[in-house]
Structure formats: C-alpha cells, structure tokens
C-alpha cells in the first residue's frame, strides 16, 4: 500500500512540478519576467526532487531489491524539492521583505521543536514545512488583496503539501502508524489543488519568441 | 497608499496605453505616456528607448515631436504579459 501511494505521489508530484515549470518558463520567455524564473527554478526543482525519488523507490523494486529505499537518494529528492520550496517563499519575500514579517519571525522557530537530530532528512522536512507554511500564507494574504480564486487553490495546496510534510516528519516517531499513508495522500491532494488555477490558464497564441530576450 | 508598481508593470502600463488610447493615429507623445503610465520623463525616456530597441514600440516623427505606437510583436508581447500575470497572480506574485 505504502508503495503505490509512494509511486503515485512521486509520479504526480513530477507531473505537476514539470507541467507548472514549463508554463513558467514558456511565460519567462516570452515576458523576460524575473518572477517567472524563479517560479521556473521552483518547480523544475520540486518535480526533479519527486523524480529523483521514484526512481529510487523503482531502483529498489527492480534491482536490488533491498526492501526499502536508499537513505541517501530520499534525502536527495528531499534536498531538491526543498530548493524548489525555497524559490517559491524567496519570490513572496521579496515582494513583502521578509525580516519586517512578524508571521514569519513566528513560524522561524519551529525547527527548534521540530529537528529532533542531525539527519539531514529531518532538516530538510522541517526547512520544507516551514517555506510551504510561508507561502501559504503569503498566498492566502494575496487572495484577501486581490481576490483571485486561483490564488485560494495554490494556497491549499501549499498548505496541504506543508501538512503532508509535518506528518510525513511525525510519522518517524510512529513508524507503523497511519501517519505516513495519511501525509503522501494529503500531499498528492495538495500537489492537485497547486494544479487546479494553472490547467485553466489559456495557452493558446502563446509561442516561444526567438527575437524577444 | 500608492501600489508598488515591477518594471514589468509600468511596461506593461506603457504598452496598453499604446494600445487602447490613442490619441490619433499617429501614436501616443511621451507627454500623454507620463500622465497616463503615471512615471517621471526620465524613467520613461530610458524605457521607451528600451522598448523601441526591442521591436515592441514603433516611434513615428510627426511634425517635430516624436510619438510612439505599439507594434505587432508589442501586441504579442502585451497578450502573454496579461495571461502570464493571471498566472502569476494564482501564486500571489506579480510579475
């Protein structure tokens, strides 16, 4: 069971990450947007890191066998989806400048709780969970600002990809529990709701601009 | 409170002032630019060049004073900057 979900997760999470940073970046290149790069970054990012750990899990099903996973490549698909994550707050930061923030000064504090020890995998779940958290809530604030339904869906889905993110964390301390099926079905929701508002962006007439830099 | 306006939106304020308000045919003065596009002649003058440059704006000599009209890659380049703001707007960002 845990298999399937951890494919799915990783297959719709390389999906939705490549489709949403090839509509970045198509818009990137015809806008020269600094904005759209870095949401290009993001999510080529965010679905590399998905695909990177696929394609552990179908090494460990078809070759060695193993039973489980190696550590080092779920922390890299980790590491790599958390620069995504990073790229995703850095765009909300540097439209609000982070350090006059109180909310994100709060938030700053939870790794303190959350990193039980040094393993680089519990570090990059916590940094994960606190940029989903920031830029949900940047989102949200975004939605009240300019009431743009799409921004509501995005930031579900951050939220919902911050959840997953917490009780795929918590679940170390109950391994056998129902935390972790319970995080990978919260996240691929949260990977949906991402989807949702960018599906409806019309891409007709939208071409790649050779002369345009 | 005045809204903090990206380089890419006063360009794109430019450009649709180009578009949809034409004074005349013969295109838009960078006095009409500056009151509608609400920015200072010095900003404006080096994002018009910039423009020009680009392909985007075509600047017409009429009668002494220079005018600017939107071009045809300027009006591509308008209709991916509306849908990719919409797009960036679903992620609370302003491109």
Not at chain 1, 12 to 32: C, D
Request: hydrophobic content about 45%; overall charge neutral; proline content about 3%.
């Amino acid at each position: 069971m845990e298999f399937l979900l951890e494919n799915i997760l990783n297959l719709v999470g390389f999906l939705v990450g490549l489709a949403i940073g090839i509509m970045s970046y198509v818009g990137f290149r015809n806008t020269g947007s600094p904005t759209l790069f870095r949401l290009t970054i993001a999510f080529f990012s965010i679905s590399i890191g998905f695909f990177v750990i696929w394609t552990g899990y179908m090494v460990e099903d078809f070759v060695t066998k193993s039973g489980t996973i190696e550590r080092w490549i779920q922390t890299l698909g980790i590491a790599i989806q958390t620069v995504g994550y990073f790229f995703i707050a850095f765009s909300h930061s540097i439209k609000s400048f982070f350090p006059k923030s109180s909310y994100f000064r709060s938030v700053g504090i939870i790794p303190l709780f959350l990193v039980s020890s040094v393993q680089l995998e519990h570090i990059f779940r916590s940094v994960s969970f606190i940029l989903l958290v920031y830029g949900a809530i940047e989102t949200m604030l975004s939605y009240l600002e300019n009431r743009n339904k799409g921004a509501i869906s995005v930031s579900v889905g951050l939220g919902l990809l911050a959840l997953g993110e917490f009780l795929g964390w918590y679940s170390f301390v109950f391994p056998d529990s129902i935390l972790y099926p319970a995080s990978m079905i919260i996240k691929i929701g949260g990977l949906v709701a991402l989807f949702i508002p960018v599906s409806k962006v019309p891409l007709t007439k939208i071409k790649f601009d050779e002369d345009f830099e | 409170m005045a809204e903090y306006r990206t380089h890419m939106k006063i360009i794109g304020d430019i450009l649709e002032t180009t578009r949809d308000d034409l004074q005349d045919g013969d295109g838009a003065s960078v006095t009409y630019l500056i009151r509608k596009a609400n920015i200072s002649h010095s900003r404006i003058s080096a994002i018009l060049k910039t423009l020009v440059s680009q392909g985007l704006l075509e600047k017409v000599d009429n009668q002494g004073s220079n005018k600017y009209k939107i071009s045809q890659p300027g009006r591509e380049f308008l209709q991916a900057y509306n849908k990719f703001t919409n797009f960036a707007d679903n992620f609370g960002l302003s491109i």
